[in-house]
């Protein structure tokens, strides 16, 4: 049974958290400050941290920045309406996902869903070089693209695009992040080339380009290659 640390100071927010959770039959434990959240989180080793960027004793970035130095556990974090940047500061900082205030039921679960799997990979690393999404068919070891059973060309910085989006499926990457894998660290203002290059990926991919089903746009953040629309 996968335990989750809750590490936020609202009380209405983490008894919804908790109950919500519970429900589904997680272990769950709380705290109400970021020292008390380091604290748990070294001794009990959770499998997930939802956490609170406005904590009253040291703010939510410095939380991830502590655990980052010794745990890859995932984490997402919790922000509100129009902290857009706070949001992008802490993905780029090893948050994995997000969720923006108020939330509901299943897109915590959804989030859930997709943290759980990352810690799943990370300790079997059973990674299959095929993926498959949709009409789409990604050989990963001879690195090509299929769309409804025919062949797609894809120039290297797209295939590098759609290779990386594979690697976090489900996770939200921020244009920094993509950038930075994809063309290198010197590149992590050029937020125009990942839009670019998003379009074309779409426009070859896509059945309708303009209504894309896997790969997203997360508004003032980046970007989320959706393996299972709807599901
Ligand atoms: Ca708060």
């Not at 434990?29 to 989180?41: H, K, M, V, W, Y």
């Not at 009409?135 to 990386?164: F, K």
């Not at 930075?180 to 290059?197: F, I, L, M, Q, S």
Request: proline share 5%; with cysteine; aromatic share 6%.
């Amino acid at each position: 049974m996968a335990c989750i640390l809750i590490i936020e100071d609202e009380l209405p927010i983490r008894r919804f958290l908790r109950a919500s959770l519970r429900s589904q039959h997680f272990t769950v434990l709380e705290a109400a400050t970021a020292s008390e959240g380091l604290q748990l989180a070294a001794q009990q080793q959770p499998d997930v941290v939802i956490l609170d960027l406005g904590l009253p004793d040291f703010d939510g970035l410095t939380v991830i920045e502590r655990l980052r130095e010794w745990s890859t556990v995932p984490i997402i974090i919790l922000s509100a309406r129009g902290q857009e940047h706070d949001k992008v500061q802490a993905l780029d900082s090893g948050a994995d996902d997000y969720l923006t205030k108020p939330f509901g039921m299943s897109e915590l679960m959804a989030r859930m869903r997709v943290a759980l799997r990352h810690t799943a990979q990370h300790s079997t690393a059973s990674a299959t070089p095929v993926v498959e999404f949709g009409a789409i068919r990604v050989d990963r070891s001879r690195r090509q693209v299929w769309a409804a059973d025919a062949e797609v060309h894809l120039t290297p910085n797209e295939y590098g695009l759609l290779s990386t989006l594979i690697e976090h499926a489900g996770k939200v990457l921020t244009h920094r992040q993509l950038l930075k894998a994809v063309w290198g660290p010197a590149y992590t203002n050029e937020h125009h080339y990942v839009r670019v290059y998003m379009r074309q990926l779409r426009n070859k991919l896509e059945a309708d380009p303009a209504r894309p089903q896997f790969f997203l746009t997360e508004p003032g953040v980046g970007y989320r290659l959706e393996l299972e629309p709807g599901g």
